[in-house]
């Protein structure tokens, strides 16, 4: 289905044509002055350059051609400016097709294309704390959006589970029970199916680890010899890493599952691995790699550089591979198995660096193609009142669980002290704010930016907020359940001025969604949800919906609403939430 941009544009092209001058004259833009007109051409005033008279004077002739029952208002005005309005048909029946289309008839630009959202990126065996929470909410989000579009999607939490941590909870494993059957390396027996640990066990042993790592350095060694023993197959040590990731993967897929994020592949570094030894002696052979101070590098600087970009380390002096490696086999794997059109990678703008050399030094070695684009959105940080990033009251870093639980908590006396709805939906509907709260409240800033975060404001009923968001299609929801059969009723022409913004704002969400797919901007639909909202609550308290006397009025009415609520709820979905019954 056209964008009514292009719709217009054509008519006025048309316009330009028969009154005698090029058509390419007639681009039409949305008005910049919306107190003047809807939509405005400033083309006559280009053309009169080439045709060598008063602009004016092309804008009349082309106003003539003009089809009037298009356009409710067509205007030239001094010095060459075409003003237009759009016609009550023309919109009605733009509406009813946008309505009637599947998807509001957006162009499936994505069909026959697969993405992968490279997003999450949790270590195991380390509890998600708020530095997974942007990549969490905005990943999935950039993920919905490619769908939405057509592309087939994969979303790869790519796990960081083959690095040092794990040499570190073997090495610590071993100084807490050295009877255990996994450090015997006489062992042939079946390792136990129970893990030696539960996850709050887990949890203490890492930390506890990483801290020893720091002051003792034969602890350190022992953790590096683990890791390398682990990566080259000792049965023990992999047994060991099995039940990490046994236990942790279940406590991170219920964690991302109680966010409503969710992945298509559950792969991670470890599964990268095998695919390293023919990376690295491919790049040797093939000469991307070259020799310096003891390590082998993929040189990545280009002439344009305005900083420098030094090499990308392939395998390091000591001979290990990193993280750029597990990367480059990651991109090896994804080739190999998926053929994406696109990467696109979700993390904190401080790994900037990292992806413009892995980016680079993957498309200089031809380990991905040309054709297949790679990108990182490089998000900010989520800061406390006080401009630094979030940190828990006695400075420590607060885990995700807890940011989530303390937004729940706070949300749910809001539900229960105004009596929002009966006891038995008090969970369900917190849950519900609680979620937009935290994803609005991060999605409705530009990724790239830090941002405050702040309960009382993100779980605000009012303002630009998820809850009133939610609050606004919870009202339409409520009339069209008084109403009755509200659904598949046509749309009619506005009937006063608030139902023509409202549908004139209905007609935008197509280009902005696509706008939000080309700048990897879900900020840019929370923009315009806000804007919708408040042109459906303008509308609602100016209009007499349900007491209206005029059937046929309020059908029209009906069918308005349950368009602009079909338009919010689509957009939610793709932010990553919902909206409740009541509220
Ligand atoms: N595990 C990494 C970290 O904690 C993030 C992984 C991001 N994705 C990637 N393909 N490098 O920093």
Redesign the pocket.
């Known amino acids: 289905m056209k964008k009514i941009l292009e719709l217009i544009t054509g008519k006025m092209e048309q316009a330009f044509a028969d009154a005698g001058y090029e058509a390419s004259y007639g681009k039409v833009t949305v008005s910049n002055r919306p107190d003047l007109c809807e939509y405005q051409c400033n083309g006559a005033l280009a053309a009169a350059k080439q045709y060598k008279c008063a602009p004016i004077q092309i804008a009349n002739a082309v106003a003539e051609k003009l089809d009037k029952q298009d356009f409710s208002m067509i205007e030239a005005v001094m010095p060459g400016f075409l003003n237009l309005k759009l016609s009550d048909s023309f919109l009605q029946s733009y509406l009813e097709e946008m309505r009637n289309a599947e998807d509001f008839g957006v162009e499936k630009t994505g069909t026959g294309k697969t993405v992968v959202v490279?997003y999450g990126?949790p270590?195991v065996a380390k509890p998600l704390h708020i530095g997974h929470l942007r990549s969490a909410i905005i990943g999935e989000s950039l993920k919905r959006l490619y769908k939405f579009f057509g592309y087939n999607t994969i979303g790869d939490i790519?796990l960081?589970d083959w690095g040092l941590q794990m040499g570190l909870i073997i090495a610590e494993l071993q100084e807490r029970q050295p009877e255990l059957c996994y450090f015997d390396e006489g062992y042939t027996g079946e390792y136990p199916a129970e893990a030696p640990f539960t996850i709050s066990e887990l949890e203490e042993i890492y930390p506890a680890a990483a801290a020893k790592k720091k002051e003792d350095e034969a602890f350190a060694e022992k953790a590096h010899t683990a890791t390398f023993e682990l990566q080259n197959g000792r049965p023990g040590y992999r047994a060991i890493w099995q039940h990490i990731m046994n236990i942790s993967v279940a406590d991170l897929k219920r964690n991302y599952n109680n966010l409503d994020v969710h992945f298509e592949a559950w792969l991670g570094e470890s599964d990268a691995d095998p695919y390293i030894p023919d990376l690295i002696a491919d790049m040797k052979a093939k000469g991307f790699a070259v020799q310096s101070e003891g390590a082998w590098v993929i040189p990545v600087a280009e002439e344009t550089d305005k900083k420098e970009i030094p090499p990308c380390i392939l395998v390091k002096s000591d001979g290990s591979a990193i993280y750029a490696t597990t990367?480059l086999a990651?991109m090896v794997q994804r080739m190999q198995d998926w053929k994406p059109d696109k990467m696109h990678?979700v993390?904190d703008k401080r790994q900037s660096l990292h992806f413009e050399q892995i980016f680079r030094a993957a498309k200089k070695s031809g380990i991905v193609p040309e054709t297949t684009q790679l990108e990182h959105l490089g998000f900010g940080t989520m800061n406390g009142a006080d401009g630094k990033p979030f940190k828990t009251r006695d400075g420590g870093v607060m885990r995700l669980e807890q940011l989530i639980a303390d937004m729940t908590d706070f949300v749910r006396t809001k539900v229960v002290e105004n009596k929002i709805v009966p006891q038995d939906a008090v969970e369900e509907t917190t849950q519900k704010i609680a979620m937009a709260a935290l994803k609005y409240g991060d999605l409705s800033n530009q990724p790239t930016k830090d941002y405050v975060f702040d309960i009382d404001r993100f779980a605000a009923f009012e303002g630009n907020t998820g809850p009133y968001i939610l609050y606004t299609i919870v009202r339409i929801k409520s009339i069209l359940a008084k109403y009755g059969a509200w659904e598949n009723l046509p749309i009619a022409p506005a009937a006063n001025v608030y139902a023509k913004d409202l549908m004139l704002c209905i007609t935008k969400l197509v280009p902005n969604l696509e706008i939000a797919l080309r700048t990897a901007s879900p900020n840019v639909i929370c923009a315009y949800i806000y804007e919708l909202a408040g042109f459906v609550n303008k509308f609602y308290h100016e209009t007499r919906i349900l007491n209206e006397e005029d059937k046929q009025l309020q059908k029209g009415y009906i069918a308005l609403i349950a368009l602009a609520k079909n338009v919010l709820e689509t957009c939610i979905d793709i932010l990553g939430f919902s909206a409740p019954d009541k509220m």
């Open positions: 490279d990126g270590n790519h960081g990367d990651t990678y993390t």
